[in-house]
């Protein structure tokens, strides 16, 4: 595809199940970022993959977020027993990653209401 | 840890006016800045990086490292321009960009 690709796009849960948020990047990018933005907040790190290697966890707030890229392509962000301070959208970034700095390209995000 | 602030939550500014969105960071290390831009019904988008040191849609910014600022500069606001801008930063390397709260910017006709 042309971009960053997130799936679903709106999803409504009812506080404590679990929900699976799904990230497809651009094509050959190695890098791929999770960010959670909260009503009038700027996006805020989440977590970080190279290839299938998650190298940077430190802004998953509980341990109720878990992710993942086993293929080093497709990522699930998934959180467990939901709680309605997870409303919020999930943004998801790919860069081509290497030595150099690359800019990460954003998806469209996923919508998340907790009821 | 960094920070990025942003102290301007909204800017209304009239078409042909020079507009400043003001960004100022914290980071102890030489950071990489970056401006990224949300027009309405679309996603976030890079807008400009200082390494490139290029112009995109007329906006400029540079860098002042003694004061730890990023401001973003163009000097005849167009309707278009109308968007969320958020100001963001990364330590270098393939890294999580930290981003400031965004600043809202309207120009009227």
């Known amino acids: 595809g042309a971009g960053v690709s997130q799936s679903p796009r709106y999803k409504v849960a009812k506080r404590g199940q679990d929900v699976a948020l799904r990230c497809d990047p651009i094509?050959?990018?190695?890098?791929l970022f999770w960010y959670q933005q909260a009503l009038g907040q700027g996006p805020e790190f989440l977590t970080y993959?190279?290839?299938?290697?998650?190298?940077?966890k430190s802004g998953l707030p509980s341990d109720r977020f878990f992710a993942e890229r086993p293929e080093g392509s497709v990522s699930t962000l998934k959180i467990q027993r939901t709680q309605q301070e997870d409303s919020a959208v999930y943004l998801c970034?790919?860069?081509?990653?290497?030595?150099?700095?690359?800019?990460?390209?954003f998806g469209d995000g996923t919508r998340l209401s907790i009821l | 840890a960094q920070r990025v602030t942003q102290p301007e939550k909204l800017l209304s500014v009239f078409k042909g006016a020079p507009v400043e969105l003001k960004c100022n960071y914290s980071?102890?290390?030489?950071?990489?800045l970056f401006w990224y831009v949300q027009y309405s019904r679309q996603r976030l988008q890079l807008l400009l990086r200082?390494?490139s040191r290029e112009s995109i849609k007329g906006f400029t910014a540079d860098l002042n490292k003694g004061e730890t600022s990023f401001h973003l500069k163009k000097p005849f606001a167009q309707e278009e321009d109308s968007a969320m801008y958020y100001c963001?930063?990364?330590?270098?390397?393939?890294?999580?960009?930290?981003f400031g709260k965004g600043t809202h910017l309207i120009i009227q006709p």
């Open positions: 980071y102890s290390g030489s950071p990489e």
């Open positions: 970034a790919s860069s081509k990653g290497g030595s150099l700095n690359q800019p990460q390209h």
């Open positions: 993959f190279q290839n299938e290697a998650q190298l940077d």
């Open positions: 094509s050959g990018h190695v890098s």
């Open positions: 963001a930063l990364t330590r270098g390397g393939a890294d999580g960009l930290t």
């Open positions: 200082h390494i």
